[in-house]
Each structure stands twice: as structure tokens, then as C-alpha cells.
């Protein structure tokens, strides 16, 4: 994450309960964005219910400013985005959640500031505020049962906005304090291994041992090791044959 | 959205409130997951605060299972993913909930069943439980902020394994009842505005006119318009030359 580029601004439209404004600026937080604007909050600001439902956000870096409409909200903004749970009879590009975080990440980068509109709970935006977007977000969920509370739709925008950001790799192995066992390593158990059984006299023809060389090899070579792993391995080994 | 695979199950682990459970059953069916299997809830089942939160979604296609163990609860399982907010010393495979449902697509394409653990609220999931997983998800969150409750940690999760099996176009242009205006249509009223301009004189010299036509083309090609925008131009000219 870049702390130098802009992030995208949050603006609820007429939000009924001050408990959802705390969980969105929560949400919010929770993805590194903290500009959060709210047009004519039904209970009125500051709010107690907000602030504890906020667990700290609203202490720790979301910023709420509070204006009279959506126009004056959205003044400063290059590019608004509404979000609604179905299309209107609207003409208006209609973008996925993640294909509209793509979008502003590439804007932000020429330098423009984005504002992502949600409307009120229950009701959702008026066809007057989405009419003041430059385009639509419609978050692709199951057609049936598709009622987000607001903070879990803010939550999917700005995840997707932090996650095509990130650059965690998509999949790392957690070695803690051990290290990946080298092929020599493995190598060197299973040549234990082989050797111990043939001590005992587990080959009755010379023959057999070449393809359970391979067998055994093959079992350990699938899976990453760590040093750790083979040492317990080799302590299984050593009491397994203790007479 | 194919209904004949599997789906993955999400399996909490020693969840407190019933309310949470519910909520976590409403994000669950949003993404179209029905498989609820919860080890062990401390204020037992069933419960009505969870029905209350559920939004309905415990009525409308969500099932739920009690179990005593983590064990018990993912035995038919082929592969189990424990989420975690922060690494644990412990050598496992670590994944993005993003990567982590693209190679549960894979698994249960290849007729696997997917277990997803959540711990309880505030402490998550305990060492012993995380020993059980295959792997682990740690979704990456602002690293200063990253409390999520229950219900928003499955929400992610299940919305990207949903997300990854969409066909909703990135991108779309909805249009309602009219058309998008072809070229021609296009050219047609550029053309007129030009005329419009040239009987009132608008071109002192000649040579003016193609550079004004291929200004203002470039203006509208920029933009995708409908029939009934530029009807509405159309419109808009012949108020403007009304004498």
C-alpha cells in the first residue's frame, strides 16, 4: 500500500442509525480507508452509538465530515460511484465491485479523487443521488437473498479496493524458526530409511529395492519439508528400530 | 454459479453469541454458501437470537449442524483451511482468501469437499484447531487495524469464492429502454450542429470548418451515448435556434 496516493472517499447518503456509521467507519479502517462523509445523518452527529460501534475507528484515523447533499459531498470528487443491490432504469455503466476498485486505483494514479455513494439502509440511494453518479457499482451476490447491511457492502468495496493493492503473496509457507529441507536432507532420510530396512532384511530380492527407493522418494517429494520435520521424522525412525 | 458442485462448508468453532451465528448465516446464503456446521456454541442451539439476525437466511436455505468436536465436524473433508488474523508459529501453507477460494474451485472441481474454520469471537481459532487444517487464510487487512467480527471475516471469505465463480461482466452499460447510438446516428447530429453553425455565420473563413467538425466528433466519439441522448442534443439545438 502507498501512503501517498489518494484513497477512495466513502459517502453515505441519509444513513438512518449511528451504530451503522460506527461500523462502516470500522469497515472502513479495517481496509486503510478513512475518509468517511456523511449527508444528513437521520440521528444527527456526533453520536454516541457510532463511536462505540466503531471499536476505535473513529479514534484511530477515520475522519467524518458531515454535509447538507449528496452534490455538496461529492463536490471535489473526479469520478462517483453509487452502489445499488439491482439495476435501475438508469443509463450508466454498471461495474462489478472489483472491476470498479480496478478503475480507481488506474484514476488515482492520473491523480483523481473517487467517492464511492451508498444510500440509506433498507431503502438504498435515490434515483436522484445515483443520477449524480459517473457510474454504478452492483456487487455480484446470490440473487435470492441479497440484503448486505450497509457496513458489509463497504466492506466488499473497500476489501476489494485494499486487496488488489496488496502485495501479500497469494500463497507462502509459514516456516516459524525452521528452515525448507533441502533435497539433500530428504534425500539422506529416506537412504535411512531404505537402509534400515534392509538391516532387517525387508528385501528378499535385490531387486525389490530400486522401486522402493522410488516409492518412498516420491511420497516425501511431493510435500515441502522443513529441518524440523525430517529431524522428527529420523527420532520416529531411531525408535521404531530401539530393541 | 454452477448448483451441482460442491460448495464450501464454513465451520465455526466455539462461537459465544447466537446473534453472530445468525449473521454469519445471512453472509453465508448472500454468497450463496448453505452449509453451517458450528462445534460446540457456548449459549447453545438452537437459538433465537440467531434466527432474529439471520435475516431469514436460516429459513431460506442455510443448514446448520452442532458438533462436539472440530474433528468430528470436519471428517468428510478433503481439505480444511483455518483462518487466522496473524501468522502462528506453525510451518503451514498461508493463503489470501483470495487465492485460497481460486484453489478451492480447483479442489472441488476435482470432487473435493472444502472446510473453512472460524474461531470465537475476540480469540479465534485455537492452536489445536489450526494443527487441524490442511492451510491457512489470513485475509490481508490494514496491519494497524484489522479487527473483523465473525460475521465480516465469513463475509469475505464466502464473497470471494462467490466472486470467483461470477459471470457478471466486469463492466456494462445499462441502457434501459433505449439503444446505444451507432456512428451514424452520431455523425448525424455533429453534421447538424455544424450546419446550424455555418447558416448563422459561424465560420468567418473555410478552412475553420473541418477543424471545428473533428472537435466537436472528438468530443462525442469519447463517450458511449444512446438513442435517446442524442435525441435529447437534437433537442437541446433546435430550442437553442428557435427565433
Redesign the interface.
Known sequence: MTTQLHKPSIILVNPQLGENIGMVA??M????LTDLRVVNPRDGWPSESAIRAS???LD??VIVTIYDTTQDAIADMHWTLATTAR?????????????AMA?THNKIKNGQKIGVLFGAERTGLENEDIALASA?I?I???P?????NL??AV??VA?EF??QA?Q?P?????????DIATAATVANFTDRVIAEMDDRGFFKSPDMRPTMERNLMNLFTRHTW?D??IQTFHGVISALIKE
Open positions: 470500522r469497515a479502517l479495517n481496509c486503510g471499536s476505535g475507528a484511530k484515523g439495476p435501475r432504469d438508469m443509463v450508466k455503466e454498471v461495474y462489478t465491485a472489483g472491476s478503475e454504478i452492483t455480484p451476490l446470490n435470492d437473498f441479497c440484503s448486505l457496513a458489509q466492506l466488499l476489501y485494499m486487496v496488496d501479500t497469494e500463497k507462502q509457507l509459514v516456516t516459524g524458526k525452521t522443513t524440523q520435520d
